[in-house]
């Protein structure tokens, strides 16, 4: 793959904006409190799939990583796990019975902390999965771990369970960087944990890193993605840190003056692309790289990918059901999000035996926008005609107010528009949620607001 395209500087700072990620449309900044339960139930049974994605939210981890946005909850106790794995089993019994004509055919794990869990919780709790859903034979199970918590026969008691997928969180691997955000942990300890998971069956081991960090440098991050070449994984996950101090209290503790300037974090980004495709791994988009022969590639270069709020998966004809605290589902022709306090779950629970927070019914305008945004983000590419046939439309007439938005891409070399399909070009690869922006019905209301990260 050419990298050399993606860094053209003046492109990248004329469209450095904020934007959405795209892991739905509309974005959950839409969700609203008149979607409730019973909106769901009839989502469920209006829905055409038959296939089911079940995410469920492990909330809880051992310490406060500092530059971490996401919803947890920092505690040693392990009881706590218990009470929260009790009112999980109510949920997973409540909502099991409105899918009971469904196939699962992939579970995946996050947090919080997934590892958290005792081997003996997690038997549990995949039991318990298992009972309720029909599960495929071939199903997909994915696994989040925190390797400073965990001993090297965890890979073993997963592989058991029927886990075939492992994301571990690395970030980073110099000592000054992981004492800074406080997560150190054994590069040596991850190199053989990896090996054990390939070793037991795993089909898949992906790690994350982050560039933006405190302290980091293009010659510490160099150290890094060495590491993680010779670890050969299968995917890595690479993420720009987001510094939001008036949002994340944590974040707090890193000081301006220790993050990367603007410059030197645009060149740990360009360093981790251009390194990471000349060891060979392909770019799949915004943060997300794959060996050639990993299914992500192929999905890709078939123009078959898809994206969800777990990123990008080949699993895109599954209705998607989150379990536990703040999950997110997208049922047929909903979304919906469980309340985000662990507390306020525990007595929706109780209450209610379900946790619907929020949520939306998308009306057709949506799902076509939708689909167009999801082709865009995910295969770089759009047959006219495909969307014509999919909701009897006429494109450019539907998008007539939109199109000439499209102009100033066209100008730079971004992407063509032709009478039959829209091509995004490589130079592009950074700024594809610039271009699906264009076709966002909801963006205006949202461009004075900072309610988005930055594309770059």
Known sequence: MQTKEFFDKALLQKYNTSGPRY???????????????????????????????????????????????????????????????????????????????????????????????????????????????????????????DPREVELDMADHLRKLGFNRISIGVQDIDRKVQETINRVQSTEFIEQLIARAKKVGFSSVNVDLIYGLPHQTTETFTKTLEK??????????????????????????????????????????????????????????????????????????????????????????????GLGVSSISNIGNSYSQNLKDLQDYYRAIDDHKHAVDKGLTLVEDDNIRGYVIKELMCNHYLSKAEVNTKFGINFDEYFADDIPSLQTFIDDGL??????????????????????????????????????????
Not at 55 to 71: R, T
Not at 415 to 426: A, R
Request: proline content about 3%.
């Open 228 to 321: 993680v070449k010779e670890m050969d994984v299968d995917r890595i996950s690479l993420f720009s840190y987001a510094h939001l101090p008036s949002r994340f209290a944590a974040q707090r503790k890193l000081r301006d003056e220790w993050l990367p300037s603007t410059d030197e974090k645009f060149a740990l980004m360009r360093l981790a692309i251009e390194t990471l495709c000349e060891y060979g791994y392909e770019f799949i988009g915004m943060d997300h790289f794959a060996k050639p022969d990993d299914e992500l590639a192929i999905a890709q270069r078939n123009g078959e990918l898809h994206r969800n709020f777990q990123g990008y998966t080949t699993k895109g004809d599954c209705d998607l059901l």
């Open 415 to 456: 992407l063509t528009n032709s009478e039959s399909e829209v091509v995004v070009s490589q130079k592009a690869r950074l700024l594809i949620r610039n271009i699906c922006m264009t076709f966002d019905a909801y963006m205006k209301q949202h461009l004075k607001t900072q309610r988005f990260s930055r594309v770059i």
């Open 23 to 145: 892991t739905s449309y509309p974005t959950a900044l839409e969700f609203n409190s008149e979607f409730n339960d019973q909106a769901l139930t009839t989502a469920i049974e209006k829905s055409p799939n038959r296939d089911l994605s079940l995410y469920v939210h492990i909330p809880f981890c051992h310490s406060l990583c500092y530059y971490c946005g996401c919803n947890k909850v920092i505690t040693r106790h392990r009881d706590k796990a218990d009470i929260y794995l009790d009112f999980l089993a109510e949920e997973i019994s409540s909502r099991a019975p409105l899918f009971k004509d469904y196939t699962v055919k992939q579970l995946h794990w996050g947090g919080g902390t997934p590892s958290f869990l005792t081997q003996k919780q997690m038997t549990t709790l995949v039991s318990q999965l298992k009972e309720r859903f029909n599960f495929a034979d071939d199903v997909e199970m994915s696994i989040e771990v």
